[in-house]
């Protein structure tokens, strides 16, 4: 199933929904809906370090630290939680 341009709720399933940034930790939570505008996609949130070098942050976002895909949008929100907490304590 795809959406089209006049579909009243294509922006929910946006590619770039929100994302933290852990200055202190040097570390990026992304979350997005993928693939970008399909109902039939599904959350995807990453963890990421946060690097100064345009190279290296290319190479952070091909290997992120976190990985998690769900449709479930509350088992998002419950994630979400969990890898702040972890990131906020130094355990990731």
Request: hydrophobic fraction near 35%; charged fraction near 30%; charge should be negative.
């Amino acid at each position: 199933m795809t959406t089209d341009a006049e579909h009243e709720h294509r922006w929910e399933y946006n590619e770039d929904l929100f994302q933290f940034v852990n200055y202190n930790r040097k570390k990026i939570l992304d979350l997005g809906w993928y693939p970008e505008f399909q109902p039939n996609g599904q959350y995807r949130l990453l963890l990421i370090n946060q690097s100064d070098d345009e190279e290296q942050q290319f190479a952070d976002w091909a290997n992120p630290l976190v990985i998690i895909n769900s449709r479930d949008i509350d088992e998002v929100k419950l994630k979400i939680e969990e890898v702040l907490l972890k990131v906020t304590r130094g355990e990731l």
